[in-house]
């Protein structure tokens, strides 16, 4: 278990940009892949955005592609979801987690240690 804290949501315009952060605190962040996921009201949680244990590997959510991304500093146990071109569907509460399995990409393995997420609004 890695105790994740996710930052950075908030109120935004249509067309607009906001980048999260999610920090580790304590244990190995930087031998895990980890993830974005996200929580619109009244659907399932749904993924969005992972990236290899290294920094390598990165793999999105075709909704996403193309304007969301993900990065990492392994040196300050953090990852990141850089989103431009923010859209209404977009909104949601953001989640990050990390990949079970040790030196992985994340397309293996189940996420978990789930953050308390980070509300992200964007208005029409």
């Known amino acids: 278990q890695v105790p994740l804290v996710e930052s950075g949501g908030g109120l935004v315009q249509a067309g607009g940009s906001l980048r999260l952060s999610c920090a580790a605190s304590?244990?190995?962040?930087?031998?895990?892949?980890m993830g974005w996921f996200r929580q619109a009201p009244g659907k399932e949680r749904e993924f969005v955005a992972r990236?290899?244990?290294?920094?390598?590997?990165?793999y999105y959510a075709d909704s996403v592609k193309g304007r969301f991304t993900i990065s990492r500093d392994n040196a300050k146990n953090t990852v990141y979801l850089q989103m431009n071109s923010l859209k209404p569907e977009d909104t949601a509460v953001y989640y990050c987690?990390?990949?079970?399995?040790?030196?992985?990409?994340?397309?293996?393995?189940?996420?978990?240690?789930w953050g308390q997420g980070t509300q992200v609004t964007v208005s029409s």
């Open positions: 304590g244990g190995p962040f930087s031998s895990y892949a």
């Open positions: 987690a990390a990949n079970s399995e040790l030196y992985g990409q994340g397309d293996k393995g189940d996420f978990g240690s």
């Open positions: 990236i290899g244990w290294l920094g390598l590997t990165t």
